[in-house]
């Protein structure tokens, strides 16, 4: 090393970092006055970098068409239950019972469509009300045993933990009195399509329309809460920050409807659907574009409405009033008790239409249903920035989560990394998250 | 005076007291916390509350403000019965209470605060926020012209802030019985300064406030009456005008009124005082 040449080096790494410094500052600059979260920024930035990862590992396998379609698939049914379990970490509780309730649910389901419907009421298998009658008792028992477990917790005083726990015993028990551990299979064809598959999808157009609608949400929300902020004099963010924003989102949207429509159906099935439909097919197999899976619509639009409920409801105001200081909701005249009720109910809810996801998907219910379910649902959750303190939470943030969580197992697995290793893999960064997490909140204070 | 009060309400209804408290109880497992007792308030007036620890000026406010009930006793306001069950009912009478805690949602921006449990709904139902924090920055803009941070959670501002906060709530929804526990508690001079101006000016504003404090003087600079409570009992209720501090100090040590106090009593606490004095700083 030369007297000369540490100097001219040290210079240009003072340069490079004060450019980067420059840099990182400006881009800090962009982020506050474009007022976007940053928290999910960098989980945006997480699952990029384990995408790229695993697509560069896997010699680009992972990047394609028909493994980010599989992803949306696999991440849709703990997706939607990690929606309401932020809220049940807002509100300082937790739910263990969520894989039990689901495998519970499921069973019922199933047993109403198999057995119930066609044998004991007699009106026979396959009618065109099978899935929607099947599906809302579904539903309605889901909020009704979540409300049972949030009414003894807010009103019986019993911790969650222990009352989630007891529930998580009593519902994966009772799925045995109803089939003694045997399978129930297959489902009806109208329900399966909840499960996503090629026929469970919406196909090319129907999906450019829901991407399109969703485009014209997003300008018409960002319009709106332009609108609302000129009327009462409140900084705007700058007009390019809004139209950035608008295109960067309507970009990913419509990207992803690209992407699902990208992936074709299997030429199996496909051959089979020309056949059927009388269409000769042309040479190299008819490509009919797979498009938005049913569950991933319904995953969006569980996320939409359950950001809804969190963010612009009096009710998730609560919630997250009573997380932040459970003495000053009540104080305020919040009905604290019955809010809780109503945080285990919307879990119930939640579970029961991610029961029918996972149901349609397997065409049975299996007494493995839902088994450990409640762990993924709430790493999750708090992967995507929910905090046992209570208090602090985002749905949108739950939902990566859930991605990141299932892209790290869907990467391993094209890596033929064996499961007890990925459960390491996820573990670790199960603990990592939140310790960073906690690290930059403390640090910003 | 007090004497006059206590007899049926004249016709003249400013002599009607705009809250009256009877007989009020309330014990926690065997312990009398509030044992029996009276006090009034009238528009327009400070009533201090003082005592020593546990002398139950906290609990009795918290059966005014919903927030504990009473085992038994009664509360009219203007004269009229009212039951007061929740914070909500008290909410409902016009009475707020600023709690020494503040009571404030640590995760939550000022204007969630401000609105925490009566927030304002468009006509779907969905929250106004942009409503509510521009009711939030006018009602600021009168209590802490220098507060800016509408947007942060509240856990980050300072304690004055803070405090703005929880009494923007209740100025905010127009209080007409204003409860303040230990109100300058937490606060620098200039910030003490701050409330003891805001309360002058409530007070103007025709606001009844019962003022829970430690601080004598302040008790003795912003009170027209004060109330002085002990073991759970008022001792005395006593014109500002008529008692000096060391009065007061004297039946908040002793729980008993000066003419009762022996002199030896009356010595010891003579004693008690200059040393306190010493240490107080001024």
């Not at chain 2, 803009?141 to 802030?161: E, H, I, T």
Request: aromatic share 6%.
């Amino acid at each position: 090393m030369s007297e000369v040449s540490t100097p001219a080096r040290l210079s240009t790494l003072d340069r490079l970092r004060a450019g980067l410094g420059r840099a990182s500052e400006a881009a800090g600059a962009v982020i506050r006055t474009a007022d976007i979260d940053t928290r999910l920024l960098g989980l945006l930035g997480a699952l990029a970098i384990i995408w790229v990862g695993f697509n560069i590992a896997s010699g680009g396998d992972f990047l394609t068409p028909r493994n980010l379609w599989n992803l949306s698939v696999q991440s849709a049914s703990i997706a939607i239950m990690a929606t309401g379990m932020v809220l049940v970490i807002v509100s300082r509780n937790i739910d263990l019972s969520v894989g039990a309730l689901l495998g519970f649910l499921g069973y019922t389901m199933a047993m109403l469509q198999i057995t119930w419907i066609p044998e004991t009421l007699g009106l026979g298998l396959e009618q065109p009300f099978t899935w929607i009658a099947t599906l809302l008792v579904g539903l309605i028992l889901g909020a009704l045993l979540g409300g049972l477990q949030g009414f003894v917790t807010a009103y019986g005083g019993v911790p969650s933990f222990i009352v989630t726990l007891g529930g998580l015993l009593i519902w994966r028990g009772l799925i045995f009195s109803y089939a003694d551990g045997q399978t129930l299979a297959p489902m009806d064809s109208t329900f399966r399509l909840l499960g996503g598959g090629p026929q469970g999808s919406l196909g090319e157009w129907p999906s450019w329309i829901v991407g399109i609608i969703a485009c014209v949400a997003i300008v018409l929300s960002l319009y709106m809460s332009r609108r609302r902020k000129r009327k009462y004099g409140f900084t705007q963010r700058p007009m390019w920050a809004e139209i950035a924003l608008a295109v960067l989102l309507c970009g990913a949207v419509l990207a992803g409807v690209w992407v699902t429509n990208s992936y074709p159906w299997p030429e199996a099935l496909a051959a089979r659907y020309a056949a059927e439909h009388g269409i000769t097919p042309p040479p190299g197999g008819l490509n009919i574009p797979t498009g938005i899976a049913i569950p991933v619509l319904i995953m969006i639009v569980v996320t939409v409405v359950m950001t809804y409920i969190a963010t612009r409801r009096r009710f998730g105001r609560n919630v997250f009033a009573f997380g932040g200081n459970p003495e000053a909701a009540r104080l305020g005249g919040i009905n604290t008790r019955r809010t809780l009720m109503w945080v285990f109910g919307l879990m119930g809810l939640l579970c029961g239409i991610s029961a029918a996801i996972q149901t349609a998907r397997l065409n049975a219910a299996v007494t493995g249903l839902g088994v450990q379910n409640e762990l993924d649902v709430i790493s999750a959750a708090v992967i995507g920035g929910t905090s046992f303190a209570g208090g602090i939470g985002s749905i949108p943030g739950a939902v990566l989560g859930a991605v990141v969580m299932q892209s790290l197992r869907s990467g391993m697995l094209l890596l033929r990394v064996d499961s007890p290793t990925q459960d390491i893999v996820v573990g670790i960064v199960l603990v990592t998250a939140v310790g960073l997490d906690s690290l930059l909140r403390r640090r910003r204070g | 005076m007090i004497a006059e009060r206590q007899e049926a309400p004249t016709p003249e209804s400013d002599q009607t007291p705009l809250v009256a408290m009877d007989n009020i109880r309330v014990s926690y497992g065997g312990v009398h916390a509030v044992d029996g007792v009276h006090i009034d308030l009238h528009a327009g007036e400070v009533v201090g509350l003082v005592g020593g620890n546990g002398a139950g000026k906290s609990t009795l406010m918290k059966v005014l403000a919903g927030a504990q009930p009473a085992d038994s006793g009664e509360i009219r306001i203007d004269g009229k019965a009212a039951t007061i069950n929740s914070p909500r009912d008290a909410k409902a009478l016009d009475i707020e209470c600023i709690y020494q805690t503040l009571a404030l949602a640590d995760n939550l921006d000022a204007p969630a605060n401000v609105f925490l449990g009566r927030e304002l709904v468009n006509g779907i139902g969905t929250l106004d926020d942009s409503a509510m924090e521009s009711a939030t920055r006018q009602v600021m803009q009168r209590l802490n012209p220098r507060f800016k941070n509408f947007k942060s959670a509240v856990v980050s501002l300072s304690g004055g802030q803070r405090q703005s906060v929880a009494i923007g709530r209740a100025v905010h929804f127009n209080a007409r019985v204003l409860i303040m526990d230990e109100p300058t508690a937490a606060l620098g001079p200039a910030e003490t300064a701050q409330v003891r101006d805001l309360i002058r000016q409530l007070k103007a504003e025709g606001l009844g406030i019962f003022l829970i404090s430690h601080d004598i003087h302040d008790v003795f600079d912003l009170s027209d009456r004060i109330s002085v409570m002990y073991h759970g009992k008022i001792v005395d209720t006593v014109d500002k005008a008529s008692v000096t501090p060391d009065d007061v100090l004297a039946m908040i040590i002793l729980g008993k009124k000066p003419e009762e106090a022996s002199s030896e009593e009356l010595a010891e606490l003579q004693i008690q005082a200059e040393a306190a004095k010493h240490d107080a700083p001024s």
